[in-house]
């Protein structure tokens, strides 16, 4: 029996599980609580009440559900499932898009050699692979309920391509649900208009594509029934209560240049990093393939590719996208590779199953076992201690507790300034003082001012800096210790530091001492 047992399915799931295990502390997270307390208090609005800086701009809040959604867990459940069920919803991810890997090989026999658990296993590998690459983004925040969306809606659209049409109609009840979770959800909008194409090209030249039918009839009763449900799909979106704003709001934040180039996510992909490299080695190798192994490659990639491509190294926000597109390829293309998988597999299977005639192959694979456990488990101990204590959760992140709590004794003056980072924690623990700058607003602007603009402009210390201060009557200022905002404010005799600590620092305004006139000749 206990031959039989092969460790590496162990070897993968530990390592799967400290990936997708992440703990909940993304700047974000903070006033997405906020708000979903809000709405369900009745206090929600469609203008900005939570800064100072902006009061009553017109939000458009296309998360309005998820912030519900989000609050209540964490009401019910705490930081820990709130977590849990993040890291259930990046498993669904991956296994959507392996579920489509599969769907794809089989269509092309390329699974018949293989038994059930040998599928198991490589499936695992596949959604391992995908979610090491996107460790950057996935966590809990909203991105992982679109990454989501795109998964199933891929996996429906390929089950059309194949010949399933009943499962399209999920479309209208699923974006209708996703318009009011994230506003992701236009990127399916575009994956609409591809695919009609890809079978309009189908129809004008049958049978070149190995994942299409040779039937002209059939293909154009495809783009009828694609064209219908794309239609009610686009109409059910519109039933938000933001209506078509959501659209505006979306496509005006993701043209926002001077948002794109300052805030970490929207930068484009840096092959300097170890997450660079992995995304340029993972498209490398699957592009090779692709044009290697003519066998899987579709005209599917000649509408898409470009697209994701883009998408992919011109932010890391939407590296995902990127990894779920190439991946079932990936998976079709190394499944067609069928003698080197099945050498790969009874290697594998000879490396990993305990031998006691090899002690020390076997001793080394139980050590591998028990290391990658330990990181698991570590991951799961970090994970529960964290969670449980919410102090601990935001002090290992770099938040300002201590500082905060400063404030909650010492309100400012006046308005206050915080770093962009810390807004949405101030907005929750914070509630009775107004921000001046949170995540929400990376793209706010008015005729007279961008909100982010002016923020970078007091943080690096532009020429104006001080007037912006002394113009929006701030008073306190929360910094970063040893920032060049902090830097600069220590040098600066208007302000004093009245708290600091090892994470920020408080600075005041100091009083400017009246001038008392005198009487002439005296």
């Given at each position: 029996m206990f031959k039989k047992i092969n460790l590496l399915p162990l070897i993968l799931f530990g390592l799967f599980v400290a990936v997708l295990l992440r703990i909940p502390n993304d700047p974000d997270m903070w006033w997405h609580l906020r708000v979903g307390k809000d709405i369900l208090h009745g206090h929600a609005s469609f203008l900005d009440q939570y800064s100072w800086s902006m009061t009553g701009y017109p939000?458009?809040?296309?998360?309005?559900?998820?912030?519900?959604?989000?609050?209540?867990?964490?009401?019910?459940?705490?930081?820990?499932?709130?977590?849990?069920?993040?890291?259930?919803?990046g498993l669904m991810v991956f296994g959507f898009t392996a579920k489509t890997g599969n769907l794809m090989a089989r269509h092309l026999g390329l699974l018949e050699t293989f038994s059930r658990q040998q599928l198991r296993l490589l499936t695992l590998i596949w959604t391992l692979i995908a979610a090491v690459i996107c460790t950057p983004i996935i966590g809990t925040r909203p991105q992982v309920i679109t990454l989501l969306g795109f998964a199933v809606c891929n996996y429906l659209l390929w089950q059309f391509f194949l010949g399933?049409?009943?499962?399209?109609?999920?479309?209208?009840?699923?974006?209708?649900?996703?318009?009011?979770?994230?506003?992701?959800?236009?990127?399916?909008?575009?994956?609409f208009m591809l695919?009609?194409?890809?079978?309009?090209?189908?129809?004008?030249?049958?049978?070149?594509?190995?994942?299409?039918?040779?039937?002209?009839?059939?293909?154009?009763?495809?783009?009828?029934?694609?064209?219908?449900?794309?239609?009610?799909?686009?109409?059910?979106?519109?039933?938000?209560?933001?209506?078509?704003?959501?659209?505006?709001?979306?496509?005006r934040t993701s043209f926002d240049?001077?948002?794109?180039?300052?805030?970490?996510?929207?930068?484009?992909?840096?092959?300097?990093?170890?997450?660079?490299?992995?995304?340029?080695?993972?498209?490398?190798?699957?592009?090779?393939?692709?044009?290697?192994?003519?066998?899987?490659?579709?005209?599917?990639?000649?509408?898409?590719?470009?697209?994701?491509?883009?998408?992919?190294f011109s932010s890391i926000r939407h590296t995902p996208l990127l990894v779920l597109f190439l991946l079932p390829w990936l998976m079709t293309a190394v499944y067609a590779m069928t003698p080197q998988v099945h050498l790969f597999l009874r290697t594998a299977d000879k490396f990993f199953k305990p031998n006691w005639h090899l002690l020390a192959s076997t001793l080394f694979n139980l050590l591998i076992v028990l290391g990658c456990l330990a990181l698991a488990g570590n991951q799961i101990w970090q994970f529960t201690d964290q969670t449980l204590h919410e102090q601990s959760l935001a002090r290992q992140a770099d938040y300002p507790v201590d500082a905060v709590n400063y404030?909650?004794?010492?309100?400012?003056?006046?308005?206050?300034?915080?770093?962009?980072?810390?807004?949405?924690?101030?907005?929750?623990?914070?509630?009775?003082?107004?921000v001046y700058i949170d995540g929400r607003m990376a793209s706010w602007q008015t005729a007279a001012r961008h909100i982010l603009?002016?923020?970078?402009?007091?943080?690096?210390?532009?020429?104006?800096?001080?007037?912006?201060?002394?113009?929006?009557?701030?008073?306190?200022?929360?910094?970063?210790?040893?920032?060049?905002?902090?830097?600069?404010?220590?040098?600066?005799?208007?302000?004093?530091?009245?708290?600091?600590?090892?994470?920020?620092?408080?600075?005041?305004?100091?009083?400017?001492?009246?001038?008392?006139?005198?009487?002439?000749?005296e």
């Open positions: 939000w458009v809040d296309h998360e309005w559900l998820t912030n519900i959604i989000m609050y209540v867990v964490q009401h019910y459940s705490g930081y820990f499932g709130l977590g849990l069920v993040f890291a259930a919803l399933s049409r009943k499962q399209l109609w999920i479309l209208p009840p699923l974006m209708l649900v996703w318009a009011n979770l994230h506003g992701g959800f236009v990127i399916e909008l575009g994956m695919a009609l194409l890809y079978l309009a090209v189908n129809l004008i030249r049958p049978g070149q594509d190995p994942f299409h039918p040779q039937d002209k009839a059939e293909t154009l009763r495809q783009i009828k029934h694609l064209a219908l449900v794309a239609l009610i799909s686009v109409a059910a979106t519109l039933l938000n209560p933001n209506t078509y704003q959501i659209y505006t709001e979306a496509f240049q001077f948002a794109r180039g300052h805030i970490n996510e929207w930068l484009s992909v840096n092959f300097q990093t170890m997450s660079g490299l992995l995304m340029g080695g993972f498209v490398l190798i699957s592009l090779w393939l692709l044009v290697w192994l003519k066998k899987p490659l579709s005209l599917f990639h000649v509408f898409f590719l470009p697209l994701f491509l883009y998408l992919g404030l909650q004794a010492h309100p400012p003056a006046q308005n206050l300034f915080n770093e962009y980072g810390w807004g949405g924690y101030l907005t929750w623990y914070l509630p009775q003082t107004k603009a002016e923020y970078y402009d007091i943080n690096w210390l532009s020429a104006k800096w001080t007037g912006i201060l002394a113009q929006n009557h701030i008073s306190t200022l929360l910094v970063k210790k040893n920032s060049i905002l902090d830097s600069g404010l220590r040098q600066n005799t208007q302000y004093r530091i009245v708290y600091q600590d090892s994470v920020a620092v408080i600075f005041e305004q100091q009083a400017v001492p009246a001038i008392t006139a005198r009487p002439l000749g």
